[in-house]
T-cell receptor, first 113, second 111 residues
Framework: DSGVTQTPKHLITATGQRVTLRCSPR?????VYWYQQSLDQGLQFLIQ???????AKGNILERFSAQQFPDLHSELNLSSLELGDSALYFC????????????FGPGTRLTVT | KNEVEQSPQNLTAQEGEFITINCSYS?????LHWLQQHPGGGIVSLFM???GKKKHGRLIATINIQEKHSSLHITASHPRDSAVYIC?????????????FGSGTQLTVLP
């Protein structure tokens, strides 16, 4: 158990809908990272927050947004969902904002039908 | 060309064998990570290294910064080592926090 929690574990929704994925980092970790893992693209970095502020942005679509709240939990919002958004979404946390070891949550499996 | 290349893509071994998985990268890095992903999907961080060698139990990770190459070794392999092993690098320029991932090595250890 990494200490990182993600909810929900599974999510099935229809195209065009909007969903919110939630992540709670390990106690004491200030950084949260979001990753997408699809069958054709592998693991891709989406976005990182550090202590409430956006730190780095990767291949995140404009339809996706994220935020980190004062209690350090983070949410990833996915809107206008398309079939291609079906993937595993992982959250990870680390103690600082630099190149630290990252601890991964169990992931949320999103299926868009 | 991908920034991070792993080999082999698939590897089948007999229990007890010594296993090596390789990772080559093309950019300057701040750190290299080895991750393990089990069939259930969960990802575990095995190592983060920026130089030399690290050992944890039966796992050893090495990195050669000049050659831009890292290896993950598993000694006395066991069926429970069966998983996908993923190499990821953080660039030394731009955002070091943004990891770029290899495509993974599927390891199957047979009893």
């Amino acid at each position: 158990d990494s200490g990182v929690t993600q909810t929900p574990k599974h999510l099935i929704t229809a195209t065009g809908q909007r969903v919110t994925l939630r992540c709670s980092p390990r106690s004491g970790d200030l950084s949260v990272y979001w990753y997408q893992q699809s069958l054709d693209q592998g693991l891709q970095f989406l976005i990182q927050y550090y202590n409430g502020e956006e730190r780095a942005k990767g291949n995140i679509l404009e339809r996706f947004s994220a935020q980190q709240f004062p209690d350090l939990h983070s949410e990833l919002n996915l809107s206008s969902l398309e079939l291609g958004d079906s993937a595993l979404y992982f959250c990870a946390s680390s103690v600082g904002g630099g190149p630290y070891e990252q601890y991964f949550g169990p992931g949320t499996r999103l299926t868009v039908t | 060309k991908n920034e991070v290349e792993q080999s082999p893509q698939n590897l089948t071994a007999q229990e007890g064998e010594f296993i090596t998985i390789n990772c080559s990268y093309s950019v300057g890095i701040s750190a290299l990570h080895w991750l393990q992903q089990h069939p259930g999907g969960g990802i575990v961080s095995l190592f983060m290294l920026s130089s030399g060698k690290k050992k944890h139990g039966r796992l050893i990770a090495t990195i050669n910064i000049q050659e831009k190459h890292s290896s993950l070794h598993i000694t006395a392999s066991h069926p429970r080592d069966s998983a996908v092993y993923i190499c990821a690098v953080g660039s030394s320029s731009g955002s070091a926090r943004q990891l770029t991932f290899g495509s993974g090595t599927q390891l199957t250890v047979l009893p």
